[in-house]
């Protein structure tokens, strides 16, 4: 090899090194530990069981209201049918 060949190729291995330092340090620094997990794993737990009460409740809600649509229905049809 000629001498700027070699210059280029020592540029080259020290552009890599310091390439491959760096997204491994972005690799380590965006990875998870297994507490982080355990905390999302909590979160999740907890927006689910909120959201089983709400949907519990607004379906509560919705028999309510539909029993009392029937109720309404059924006086204007009686009305219609005594007449």
Known sequence: MDR??????GYFVIIHKKITEGSV???????????DLAKVNDDIAKVKYDLSKE????????????IGQVGATLAIVFLFLKK
């Open 4 to 9: 700027p060949s070699r210059r280029y190729a």
């Open 25 to 35: 340090e972005a690799t380590i620094k965006t990875l998870a530990t297994k507490d």
């Open 55 to 66: 949907i519990s409740n607004s379906v509560k809600w919705m028999f309510v209201f539909w």
